[in-house]
């Protein structure tokens, strides 16, 4: 007597299976459920009802506003679980669009600040070039041996106190010191002239290196003042004159641990072989994802690789440093598939179709020029897929009351459609556009 009269409608296939459905079988019979309820208006109570009240024990009384409270929460439950469907549901779109398979070869041109696809130009597409460098060093014990004989070496300043004008001393020139160790220099230099003030001569220098004359452990000494030798027996002997800025050091007569060509060989392996994993790393780092870098057009050269000591020279460890030169030419995405489409389809087709699957094309590097910021390649096997207008299937799956089937018919560059629900069983289409999730399907080549 108290509860409210409900007619429903009979719905035909409410039994709809939670798996997947593609278009070609699901979409051209499933219709949106469309569950329509009809309420009956409450009819008054009629005036005995009033007098009936008398035989309500109080019991059933309580009974009945039990029932209602449990009514009241099953119908807040459900309304709650509706409104979360409708904020919460979401729908995906597996589309795949109309595509073909070129398997002939074409031949495509890039340039730096070259234009794009879309424009008449003797290049195809637009490059841009990438160039860094990167140095690394080694540190490693020195394992060569060998009977060596090395020469002390040292700096000394040369003075000249005799008169203004320039003295040359050739190469050789013995310095002697006060014991009597001889020390020469390497090749020929020029001592300025001395400065006449007031009468009075202010010495004129010069720095230079020398070395000892015989080599031995005894010819390393420290500080020391030297004369020259060859100006004995004349005025210059001792107004020529030459003091230590270094000590001398390095002599040696004996076997010593040395520098091999294999420790070099070795470090310089090593090094090769950290930057080339560094310079992998730094150009993954610098390069958008927008762009990329062909297989082929890109190179690294290393420079002439820095021994401290040199090779065969007496030391227990040997230092290297060697620095490697990346050059990469890339290419922007964009670009490269409006010159794939226009070189296969025409440039009246570049904003009708996409390249997909870009890593899959044979891609041969025909030639480049890293300075020019050029490259030719040769390409086929490119896979072709055509555009379609996304949001505007969006749009009219949200506002258009037709099957499924006639919506998609519009879209002619559609072959095949997916429509999967989520939850699976709530099928309803979600009312805004960003719980609808395109996802793009592309056939096996």
């Given amino acids: 007597m108290f509860g409210k009269n409900r007619k429903i409608d009979s719905l035909k296939n409410t039994a709809y299976s939670a798996r997947k459905k593609i278009m070609s079988d699901v979409v051209s019979r ?51 679980a509706w409104l979360f469907l409708e904020k919460f549901s ?37 490059v841009e070039t990438i160039g860094f460098k990167i140095t690394e060093k080694d540190f490693r014990p020195a394992t060569g041996e060998e009977e060596i004989k090395e020469k002390a070496r040292g700096q000394i300043v040369i003075y000249n106190a005799f008169s203004p004008e320039n003295q040359v001393l050739v190469k050789r020139t013995r310095f002697e010191t006060p014991d009597g160790k001889i020390y020469r220099i390497p090749g020929q230099i020029t001592v300025p002239g001395a400065e006449i003030k007031d009468g009075k001569i202010i010495p ?30 004349t005025a210059r002997y001792s107004k020529f004159y030459a003091r230590s800025k270094t000590p001398m050091e390095g002599g040696f007569t004996g076997t010593a641990r040395v520098v091999s060509d294999k420790d070099a060989e070795e470090a ?15 150009y993954k780092k610098q390069i958008p994802e927008d762009l990329i870098l062909l297989e082929g057009a890109s190179e690294i050269s290393y420079e002439e690789a820095v021994f401290t000591p040199t090779i065969g ?23 490269f598939s409006k010159a ?86 709530w099928r309803k289409i979600p009312n805004s556009a960003d719980r609808i999730k395109i996802k793009i399907v592309f056939d096996s080549f």
């Fill in 30 to 80: 499933i219709e949106p459920l469309k569950s329509k309820t009809v309420y009956e208006k409450e009819r008054p109570i009629k005036s005995h009802v009033y007098n009936l009240t008398r035989f309500i024990s109080v019991g059933n009384f309580a009974g009945k506003k039990k029932m209602a409270v449990f009514a009241l929460a099953a119908v807040l439950i459900v309304s709650g």
């Fill in 340 to 425: 794939l489409v226009k070189a296969y389809l025409g440039f009246d087709s570049i904003n009708s179709a996409a390249a997909a699957n870009l890593d899959q094309i044979n891609k041969n590097v025909i030639s480049r020029d890293f300075e020019k910021g050029e490259i030719v390649l040769k390409i086929n096997n490119v896979h072709l897929a055509w555009h379609f207008d996304e949001l505007g299937l969006k749009n009219d799956l949200l506002t258009k009351d037709e099957p499924f089937n006639e919506i998609f018919k519009v879209y002619d560059k559609i072959e095949r459609a997916e429509l999967i629900f989520w939850p699976s069983w």
């Fill in 204 to 233: 004129s220098s010069v720095e230079t290196e020398v070395f000892a004359d015989q080599p031995g452990e005894e010819y390393n000494i420290g500080l020391a003042d030297f004369t020259i030798p060859g100006f004995k027996g």
């Fill in 90 to 126: 979401w729908l995906t779109l597996k589309i795949t669009p109309h595509q073909e398979f070129l398997k002939e070869e074409v031949i495509l041109k890039g340039k730096k600040d070259g234009l794009s696809a879309d424009r008449q130009s003797l290049f195809d597409f637009p």
């Fill in 313 to 335: 020279k007496k030391s227990d460890n040997l230092a290297t440093d060697l620095t490697a030169n990346f050059n990469g030419i890339l290419i922007k995405k964009e670009y």
């Fill in 268 to 282: 310089k392996i090593s090094l090769k072989n950290k930057l080339a994993e560094k310079i992998n790393q730094e």
